[in-house]
């Protein structure tokens, strides 16, 4: 069983920053992709960001703000949140594509930490 545990969530003023991170563990072959959604009230979850290998991709609202990177070999990827607005209030989900050691891909979901911006 895989596990990934969030970490870095809080409240914080227009314009401010705050960092992610998420740690998998547990027993696997390795991780192939790695990312960040977010669910805000009332909507549906979206992607904010993934990376796999050195490759990135960011939702549009995002771009520019944001940073994902991820350390291999602490298998805990991480988000850099800055110039953060209002609008990106939501419960932040770490997610993971891991690849077992029969060569199963599973994806796994992290429990969530909430990001709240203040106007």
């Known amino acids: 069983q895989v596990q990934l545990v969030e970490s870095g969530g809080g409240l914080v003023q227009a314009g401010g920053s705050l960092r992610l991170a998420c740690a998998a563990s547990?027993?696997?072959?390795?991780?192939?992709?790695m990312g960040w959604y977010r669910q805000a009230p009332g909507k549906q979850r979206e992607l904010v960001a993934e990376?796999?290998?050195?490759?990135?991709k960011y939702t549009e609202a995002v771009k520019g703000r944001f940073t994902i990177s991820r350390d291999n070999a602490k298998n805990t990827v991480y988000l850099q949140m800055n110039s953060l607005k209002p609008e990106d209030t939501a419960v932040y989900h770490c997610?993971?594509?891991?690849?077992?050691?029969?060569?199963?891909?599973?994806?796994?979901w992290g429990q969530g930490t909430q990001v709240t911006v203040s106007s």
């Open positions: 990376i796999v290998s050195d490759s990135t």
């Open positions: 547990g027993s696997f072959f390795s991780i192939d992709v």
């Open positions: 997610n993971a594509i891991v690849v077992h050691t029969n060569r199963v891909r599973i994806q796994y």
